[in-house]
C-alpha cells in the first residue's frame, strides 16, 4: 500500500523527471519514488556510520582550542573537557590509519 506525498518543485526539476520518466517507461511517481528511497537510504547509512561527535551535540559544553593555545584553560579544565567526549566517543583509532602508522615505523621497536 502506498501514502500520498505531495511536494513543490521547482518548474525546471519538474521537467527534468517527466523527461527521464518518459526514457524510461516510468511514471513520474516511480523515479520520484526511487529517487526519494536512494536519498533517504544515504542518509541513513551516513548516520550510522558516522554519528555526531558528542562534544558538537546539543547541549555540549564548548571548548575553544584557540583559547589552549592562549593558555586560557588549566591542565585540570583540558582534561575533564577530554574525559567528557572520551565518555561517550570511541578512542580508537582508524584501523586503516593504524595500519598506515604501522609501516611507517617498520621493524622498529619501541
Do not use: H, K
Amino acid at each position: 500500500m502506498l501514502a500520498r506525498l505531495t511536494v513543490n518543485v521547482p518548474p525546471d526539476l519538474r521537467q527534468r523527471a517527466r523527461i527521464l520518466a518518459t526514457a524510461r517507461g516510468e511514471t513520474v511517481a516511480e523515479v520520484v519514488r526511487a529517487a526519494l528511497e536512494t536519498y533517504v537510504a544515504e542518509q541513513e547509512f551516513a548516520r550510522r556510520t558516522e554519528p555526531e561527535p558528542s562534544y558538537l551535540r546539543e547541549g555540549a559544553p564548548v571548548f575553544d582550542p584557540a583559547g589552549l593555545a592562549q593558555g586560557r584553560y588549566s591542565d585540570a579544565e583540558v582534561t575533564e573537557a577530554l574525559n567528557r567526549i572520551y565518555a561517550t566517543e570511541p578512542s580508537s583509532l582508524d584501523p586503516v590509519l593504524m595500519q598506515m602508522q604501522m609501516i611507517t615505523i617498520g621493524g622498529e621497536s619501541w
